[in-house]
């Protein structure tokens, strides 16, 4: 049975369009059915661009190849600035918003072939206030936050890949929830150029597709890195499993499928030990959550100062406490983080990779919220490249992921060996269909 055209994921597809066996018109009208379809459902999108993407597909098609994205859709989470759509970072104080030109990695999509077909819906700047989008695997749940929209959009099949951005846990906590890759690069690799600022020394630009290969595609061209196109890893990697010092609130689903990938990754030649926790980093998910708070508080002083009325309570909280915080116990608190972070880059002396929750279980129900960063804030802290991969399914029936991490500015073996990893965590758990097959469609 041939794969419906907005399933596949962003390699085949590349491969096809690069090979001429597929127009970008045929994909472009394939996801753009596929939202028709199911948008009233999810709620993925802010905005969407039929004719100007067929218009640009036409062109891609009777012209030469443009790059290694060439006719790819891609949505673009609501937190990046686009010349050709509104940009409202989840906020009605930019309800009518046009930038004047895109964010960097808009733009480096653009120019390797890629067609950006709409929007995708962001939380209020980023943050903790949900927007209207569903879990694709059952609407009554979350699709995470902040970046739920790029990955609901994923997720359901209505486009192959999809940027995000991560400053606690926006990118790692809905590819868990959505069952989908997540990967936030080592901190600065991808210019943030035209993303909205929320804290400066900890936002990282990333995204969303349905395999590790995927996402390696579009991370060698935001990362300038064509060594990410091949993931060939002969080794058996040594994985350090770190449970954290939040295991506590870990849910039995989260347990279960910790335990069960130590114990295949065993079997497969991986070299598998338990990392012991340091006592030190029990006020890791505090002192991120200080050096947000007073980082937000300065990135969005205008609309705190300003527009405090069209701020939710729990924004207007965090930046209030933020706006608390002196500039010393700032400095304190980076030291603090640098200490830590120092301390954690020894251990891939030792390990290749660290393996760890992704979220503290499955999705919640969507009127609770977007889920808790916790299992995330530490290692967007350290700076560290992660990815999620879908592995486990818990008891309502939705996905539960593991987080990989990697060492800094390593990300070329980091995704390596999380392909390595991911495919025999397959393998052992569904041995007969993908990642992308895992669970029900509507």
């Known amino acids: ?34 939202i028709e379809q199911r948008e009233n459902t999810i709620h993925a999108w802010t905005a969407l661009q039929k004719q100007a993407a067929l218009e640009h597909a036409e062109a891609l098609d009777r012209g030469p190849l443009r790059g290694p ?61 949900a927007g209207p989008t569903r ?35 926006s990118i790692i906590r809905p590819a868990s ?10 901190f600065g690799a991808i210019a943030r150029a035209g993303v909205k600022s929320l804290a400066e020394s900890l936002d990282t630009v990333g995204g969303f597709a349905r395999s590790v290969p995927d996402v390696a595609l579009f991370a060698s061209v935001l990362m300038r890195d064509p060594r990410l196109l091949n993931l060939n890893y002969d080794a058996k990697p040594r994985i350090g499993m770190y449970r954290s010092l939040q295991w506590r609130h870990a849910q039995p689903e989260t347990k279960e499928a910790f335990a069960q990938a130590a114990a295949i990754l065993a079997r497969t030649g991986a070299q598998v030990e338990e ?50 915080i002196s500039a010393e116990v700032h400095i304190k608190n980076l030291a603090r983080a640098a200490e830590s972070r120092a301390r954690v880059d020894g251990w891939f002396d030792k390990y290749d990779v660290l393996l760890a929750p992704a979220a503290s279980g499955e ?20 700076g560290l490249p992660c990815l999620n991969l879908p592995f486990a399914t818990g008891p309502q029936g939705l996905p539960v992921g593991l987080q990989l991490i990697g060492k800094r500015h390593d990300d070329h073996r980091t995704l390596a060996i999380a392909a390595w990893v991911h495919e025999r965590l397959l393998a052992a758990r569904e041995p007969d269909i993908g990642a992308s097959d895992m669970w029900p469609r509507g």
């Open 363 to 382: 999705a919640p129900f969507a009127d609770l919220g977007t889920g808790d960063p916790q299992f995330s804030r530490a290692w967007t802290l350290f």
């Open 1 to 34: 049975m041939s794969t419906a055209l907005n399933r596949l994921g962003a390699l085949e597809a590349a491969h096809k369009l690069q090979r001429r066996e597929l127009t970008a018109v045929q994909l472009v009208r394939a996801c753009f059915a596929r």
């Open 177 to 186: 929830y959505c069952g989908i890759v997540g990967y936030k690069p080592t």
């Open 135 to 169: 879990n694709p695997r059952n609407e009554a749940y979350t699709p995470g936050g902040s970046s739920s929209g790029s990955a609901a959009a994923v997720a359901d099949d209505m486009v192959p890949f999809a940027l995000g951005s991560q400053t606690a846990g």
């Open 69 to 129: 994205l060439h006719g790819l859709p891609i949505g673009v989470k609501d937190l990046f600035d686009t010349v050709d759509l509104p940009t409202r970072y989840g906020s009605p104080i930019y309800e009518r918003h046009r930038p004047g030109l895109d964010a960097a990695a808009v733009a480096l999509c653009r120019h390797a072939g890629a067609i950006v077909i709409g929007k995708t819906v962001t939380t209020e700047f980023a943050t903790y206030q």
């Open 275 to 324: 990392l012991p926790l340091p006592a030190e980093h029990c006020m890791l998910v505090q002192l991120h959550a200080d050096i947000m708070a007073f980082e937000a508080s300065q990135a969005l002083a205008y609309e705190r100062l300003e527009h405090a009325a069209q701020l939710s309570p729990k924004l207007q909280a965090i930046l209030e406490a933020g706006a608390q």
